[in-house]
């Protein structure tokens, strides 16, 4: 196989996403990636739209690749680090590990040796608005360290944090834009019991959403600030957030990340 510069163990949907953006933006030439994914099926579909190299052998990525984007599931770490050798070079690859609750610690000693980043994205990356954090290992180099963050900055925002706060991460912006979906969704159902048609009702619920992140942004604004300039005294947003408070709309929420938090941290040790 020809010299890679990255790697890619896991060619799903989040493997993916990083792929296309890179190769968007230019970051990485097609013939420079290369991508192991036992089902031959991701493999024609990676190599057909993208043009980059693919195989069954994860050990062919990690003897070509000087960067290896780890973006298996959490419970088939051990099975994979096990099959695999480091190779014989003066620096053996950096690993950017994607995988949701598993430590630092751990990627080191499945790794022995290498330089290990643990990054947290999330969906929007495959449209370029995603945010990741990142907890960077003790033996990484500051020019590792920056290539991390260039690689996860072609996805949308990039922020480092220390490891103890990964676990927290995943369950709210990792875990976040399912919950945010289900919102969407349920905003929808709304209008359309209000009498919206379907297609015109979840057009509002995502222009709702969006737009409200948006301003939320843009303007600096505390999220109370903006929800008081909704509510007009009598008006329509008080009866409705009257309703959501007594539906349990935040405590369900926060109990979501907590839920996530504690599902995080077992995946770390599956
Ligand atoms: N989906 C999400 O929103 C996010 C996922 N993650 C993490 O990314 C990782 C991947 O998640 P997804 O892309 O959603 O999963 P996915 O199921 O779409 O992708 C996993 C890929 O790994 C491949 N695979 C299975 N066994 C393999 C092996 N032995 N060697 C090489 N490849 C193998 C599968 O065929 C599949 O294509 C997980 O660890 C998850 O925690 C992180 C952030 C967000
Ligand atoms: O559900 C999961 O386990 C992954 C990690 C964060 C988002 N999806």
């Not at 190599?47 to 290896?68: F, K, L």
């Not at 969407?184 to 009498?195: N, P």
């Amino acid at each position: 196989m020809p010299e890679a510069t990255f790697g890619v163990i896991g060619g799903g949907m989040m493997g993916e996403a990083l792929i296309a953006r890179l190769l968007d933006q230019g970051i990485f030439e097609p013939g420079a990636v290369v991508v192991s994914d036992p089902q031959a099926a991701r493999r024609e579909v990676l190599h057909h739209t993208y043009g980059v190299q693919t195989t069954s052998d994860n050990q062919a990525v990690v003897d070509a690749a000087e960067t290896v984007l780890l973006a298996i599931k959490p419970q088939m770490l051990s099975a994979v680090a096990a099959d695999l050798e480091t190779p014989a070079r003066e620096q053996p690859p950096l690993l950017l590990s994607i995988l949701a609750g598993v430590p630092l610690a751990r990627l080191e000693k499945e790794f022995s040796g290498w330089a290990v980043v643990r990054a947290m994205p999330n969906t929007p990356a495959t449209v370029g608005a995603g945010v990741t954090a990142l907890a960077v290992g003790e033996t990484v180099s500051a020019t590792q360290r920056e290539q991390a963050r260039a690689i996860f900055a072609s996805v949308g925002t990039v922020v480092e944090v220390p490891e103890s706060q990964m676990d927290a991460v995943t369950a709210l912006s990792g875990s976040g834009p399912g919950y945010i979906a289900l919102v969407v969704e349920a905003l929808a159902d709304g209008g359309v019991a209000v009498g919206l048609p379907r297609a015109t009702a979840l057009e509002l619920a995502i222009a709702t959403v969006r737009g409200t992140g948006e301003l939320l942004h843009q303007g600096d604004l505390h999220p109370a600030v903006l929800k008081d300039r909704v509510t007009s005294p009598g008006g329509t947003t008080i009866a409705g957030i009257a309703a959501l408070e007594a539906g349990g709309l935040r405590s369900a929420l926060i109990e979501a990340v907590r839920s996530a938090y504690v599902r995080s941290k077992e995946l770390g040790q599956s």
